[in-house]
T-cell receptor
Framework: GQQVMQIPQYQHVQEGEDFTTYCNSS?????IQWYKQRPGGHPVFLIQLVKSGEVKKQKRLTFQFGEAKKNSSLHITATQTTDVGTYFC???????????FGGGTRLMVKP | GAVVSQHPSRVICKSGTSVKIECRSLDFQATTMFWYRQFPKQSLMLMAT?????????EQGVEKDKFLINHASLTLSTLTVTSAHPEDSSFYICSATSVLNQPQHFGDGTRLSIL
């Protein structure tokens, strides 16, 4: 079945440093979504990427969808303590409608 | 934005008890609702997908007789953990969407602790 892998599992950064999490799917995706889950909270939708090679920005967050639509990345510029949380990618395959979540990357930011 | 309410937020009960968790979409019609289970510091594991008025589709390895799902209306889905045991203790979280392939809106989750 479809597998979505995410690295790294954990990342400690100093406030102001950049951060990137990578997502790789075992199969080609029709789209990929990114969610953020704060400690003790529920996942909150951030963005959806659909097109091959697509790049979208939300303030300090930059999302990319690979040309082959099998990988994606989320880059945060100049992290802040409010960026703390776990970032999940979730990919939807071409064959079905199920969303498969990656393992998540837990970001910790030292002030 | 779209709001999904999940209730209760926390349950502590004895082994053998059945527990019902409700998931409501407050400001949109949820044609599809999803139930996930999340272990501490781990990812979301999809348990089942439910569509209004039809039987839920369970993921492999999820016992349908153990985890009963009812999606009786476009705004309500329930998950009942029947005869819960300590190994069923977990964080259960629902999500809803009005259109498949669109973003899912998550409830706040239910932390279930079985003694």
């Amino acid at each position: 079945g479809q597998q979505v892998m995410q690295i790294p599992q954990y990342q400690h950064v100093q406030e102001g440093e950049d951060f990137t999490t990578y997502c790789n799917s075992s199969t080609t995706l029709s789209n990929i979504q990114w969610y953020k889950q704060r400690p003790g909270g529920h996942p909150v939708f951030l963005i959806q990427l659909v097109k091959s090679g697509e790049v979208k920005k939300q303030k300090r967050l930059t999302f990319q969808f690979g040309e082959a639509k099998k990988n994606s990345s989320l880059h945060i510029t100049a992290t802040q303590t409010t960026d703390v949380g776990t970032y999940f990618c979730a990919g939807r395959g071409n064959a079905g409608n199920m969303l498969t979540f990656g393992g998540g990357t837990r970001l910790m930011v030292k002030p | 934005g779209a709001v999904v309410s999940q209730h209760p937020s926390r349950v502590i009960c004895k082994s053998g008890t059945s527990v019902k968790i409700e998931c409501r979409s407050l400001d949109f019609q949820a044609t599809t609702m999803f139930w996930y289970r999340q272990f501490p510091k781990q990812s979301l594991m999809l348990m089942a997908t439910s569509n209004e008025g039809s039987k839920a589709t369970y993921e492999q390895g999820v016992e349908k007789d153990k985890f009963l799902i009812n999606h009786a209306s476009l705004t309500l889905s329930t998950l009942t953990v029947t005869s819960a045991h300590p190994e069923d203790s977990s964080f259960y979280i629902c999500s809803a969407t009005s259109v498949l392939n669109q973003p899912q809106h998550f409830g706040d989750g239910t932390r279930l602790s079985i003694l």
